[in-house]
């Protein structure tokens, strides 16, 4: 996705990806140069564990729709950057309702990139990630199949 | 939950939990004893990602519903195993459709157990997943509110 989509869906012209739909994500901030973003998640009914609260899995996928977004706003139009590696630490149980999350870029170099995110619902903080992501740009990554 | 619980849903007598029946989730196998499970899952459209595969944050998420049943199953009826900390190693991308995990419990301490994941979909390694999940009982966990 190109800087120019992630504006439109911030300004609501362009829907979000089905993921992110899921999620209930809602881009809220986009900072193009530092790759930064803030995202609204809703943590809904179908997400919850046998004791009512939201699985981790979804948590991580709401911290994975942090981090993505905050490195595809950096790329260029035939870049794309798909996550090698995820890891999420569990600090907090969350509930059903909103959840706010922020990624960044921590170190972008030629390809690897290293990112970060943060979780939080009524201002605890729910979870925090760090992901390992490789660019690619279109034209090269037609040989490989693997990312 | 209970290791009878885990047989009733196999069974089919007993409905998954709500995160498991996003996912698509079905228990094919349980092992109480070595603490092994395999999880049939759906890979839904409303999980993908803008090029049409499923995002990562959902594969961790089915990767977090092998695991943590892998140790569950091995649990007494006043235990439970919150997960603190999950990585995973995405290896390739997963489209539409059925795939296949298996979640272990590699050591099962007194409260520090690790566990491992995989997820596969026609046979091609998808994802790769570790997990740290400390037990706990419910009435010792009374005094805690963080796990």
Redesign the interface.
Known sequence: ?SKGMFHKMLDGNLPM???????GAKILEIDCKKGKVKVEFEAK???????GN?????L??????TM?PALAVTLEDNE?A????????????AVIGKLYGWGRVVSKGASVCFLEGELFQEGTLIARSTATALIRNFSSSAKK???
Chains 1, 2 share one sequence.
């Open positions: 996705m990806p089905n993921a992110a739909q899921t999620l009914e179908a997400f919850t564990n046998p004791v939201i699985q981790g899995g979804f991580s996928a709401m911290l994975d729709d993505g794309f798909p996550t090698l590696e995820l890891k999420i630490n569990f600090i907090a149980p199949q693997d990312h």
